[in-house]
């Protein structure tokens, strides 16, 4: 069964700075998925950022980045530039494909980071 | 609809009582999920619908707990004689097929006194 471990329930950063959250995952699979989801307090999900494990290149979206490190199975979001915006839970996640033909997913999900950003 | 709608958003009940929570995806999307997520958890998968398979019920944590998806888009949650270790949000997401991105709801948040 996949895991997917977050170290640290809590973070706090100042406005400006770069923060990096951690994400570690335990899979026997070559192929899958990584995502960082981020819940604000009003509670919806958002899509932060994702990786597709067969890509070496490191996944970004404006002010968010991602380390991954496929040998270490490690998936760490970096946020550049915090803004207090981006107060929020941020869950890591591993998707890999199952079933006849990989029709089906399964998505497993860690426990989440609390990321406060500080005037 | 623009994005994953559920309802109620709120739901306070008695012990023992059932609930019905309903989540109505994306249009076209054909994969369906439930999570629940309790006070300072993570996400804990429930149950999965893709397509006209069969649903991936390895979630449901006990036989009180049931969801069935109507015509490829409406979901159910039903969860039958409530107790209170049931209180938390239950959160439905919808995807493509192919993209594996997944598209949350605001969530149910249910309240068992």
């Known amino acids: 069964a996949q895991t997917v471990t977050q170290s640290q329930p809590e973070m706090s950063v100042q406005e400006a700075e770069t923060v990096t959250l951690s994400c570690t995952y335990d899979?026997?699979?070559?192929?899958?998925?990584l995502f960082w989801y981020k819940q604000p307090p009003s509670r919806q999900m958002i899509l932060v950022i994702r990786?597709?494990?067969?890509?070496?290149q490191n996944a970004t979206e404006n002010r968010f980045s991602v380390n991954f490190q496929k040998a270490a199975k490690s998936f760490s979001l970096k946020i550049s530039d915090s803004q207090l915006g981006d107060t929020a839970m941020y869950f890591c996640?591993?998707?890999?494909?199952?079933?006849?033909?990989?029709?089906?997913?399964?998505?497993?999900f860690g426990k989440g980071t609390l990321l406060t950003v500080n005037p | 609809g623009a994005g994953v709608s559920q309802s109620p958003s709120n739901k306070v009940t008695e012990k023992g009582k059932d609930v019905e929570l309903r989540c109505d995806p994306i249009?076209?999307?054909?994969?369906l999920y439930w999570y629940r997520q309790s006070l300072g958890q993570g996400l804990e998968f429930l149950i999965y619908?893709?397509?006209?398979?069969?649903?991936?019920k390895s979630g449901l944590p006990s036989d009180r707990f049931s969801a069935e998806r109507t015509g490829g888009s409406v979901s159910t949650l039903t969860i039958q004689r409530t107790q209170q270790e049931d209180s938390a949000v239950y959160l439905c997401?919808?995807?493509?097929?192919?993209?594996?991105?997944?598209?949350f709801g605001e969530g149910s948040r249910l309240t068992v006194l």
């Open positions: 997401a919808s995807s493509l097929h192919t993209s594996g991105e997944l598209f």
């Open positions: 899979t026997s699979e070559n192929n899958y998925y």
């Open positions: 990786q597709e494990a067969y890509k070496q």
């Open positions: 996640a591993f998707m890999k494909r199952i079933g006849p033909g990989g029709s089906n997913y399964k998505l497993t």
């Open positions: 249009s076209g999307h054909t994969a």
């Open positions: 619908f893709q397509g006209n398979s069969a649903p991936d």
